[in-house]
């Protein structure tokens, strides 16, 4: 099985096979970024995503993972689209607001089970850059370096924010638990 990088390396010498395969191997990842972030229009921004690494394969330069890569061009995207959604003026901090603030909805409705309608709401309280951080290291299996390259924040501060939301999340979670009794 081929490396990302190699995928990476043929599919800019021309082979796109290569090119297909390299993408459809993190297709359900991007795929399950989106869906727990937005109400609607998850496939258009998985293509966008995918698009933007088509015309921006050349300006990789390998410092990261590929799939470091493709997390954070689907960061900046969904912060551009929740930014659209919110039709406002002011600035957003998304190391403060959670989805719930913004008003979108996740997907929660489709919960299988309560626990993990009770994660996902736990989740959605969040500020999202907190929210991006369990994903992607939770979900995903990227390290706190990766996970910093995707946000643009060292990897200390990922470590802090992981365990602040951890901590915001057992909090959330006991609480749901009081309240169902």
Same mark, same amino acid.
């Given at each position: 099985m +081929?490396?990302?990088?190699?995928?990476?390396?043929? *599919?800019?010498?021309?082979?796109?096979? !290569?090119?297909?395969?390299?993408l =459809?191997?993190?297709?359900?990842?991007?795929?399950?970024?989106?869906?727990?972030?937005?109400?609607?229009?998850?496939?258009?921004?998985?293509?966008?995503?995918?698009?933007?690494?088509?015309?921006?394969?050349?300006?990789?330069?390998?410092? +990261?993972?590929?799939?470091? &890569?493709l997390?954070?061009?689907?960061?900046?995207?969904? &912060?551009?689209?929740?930014?659209?959604?919110?039709?406002? @003026?002011?600035?957003?901090?998304?190391?403060?607001?959670?989805?719930?603030?913004l008003?979108?909805? @996740? +997907?929660?409705?489709? !919960?299988?089970?309560?626990?993990?309608?009770?994660?996902?709401?736990?989740?959605a309280?969040?500020p999202?850059?907190?929210?991006?951080?369990?994903?992607?290291? &939770? *979900?995903e =299996?990227?390290?706190?370096?990766?996970?910093?390259?995707?946000?643009?924040? @060292?990897s200390?501060?990922?470590?802090?924010?992981l365990?602040?939301?951890?901590?915001?999340?057992?909090?959330?979670?006991?609480?749901?638990?009081v309240?169902?009794?």
């Open positions: +081929s490396s990302d990088f190699e995928l990476l390396d043929r *599919w800019r010498g021309g082979d796109e096979e !290569a090119g297909d395969q390299l =459809g191997r993190h297709f359900d990842s991007l795929c399950r970024f989106f869906r727990n972030k937005v109400q609607s229009g998850v496939d258009d921004l998985v293509q966008s995503t995918l698009l933007r690494c088509v015309e921006k394969r050349d300006q990789f330069r390998q410092a +990261s993972s590929f799939r470091t &890569y997390f954070a061009i689907a960061r900046n995207l969904l &912060y551009d689209e929740l930014r659209k959604a919110r039709r406002s @003026p002011e600035a957003l901090d998304f190391s403060q607001v959670s989805l719930r603030d008003g979108t909805s @996740p +997907s929660l409705a489709a !919960a299988r089970n309560e626990r993990k309608g009770a994660l996902l709401n736990a989740l309280e969040l999202l850059e907190f929210q991006l951080v369990v994903e992607l290291t &939770y *979900w =299996g990227l390290n706190a370096t990766e996970v910093g390259e995707v946000l643009g924040v @060292p200390n501060t990922v470590r802090s924010r365990s602040r939301a951890r901590r915001s999340l057992d909090t959330h979670l006991a609480e749901l638990e309240d169902e009794r």
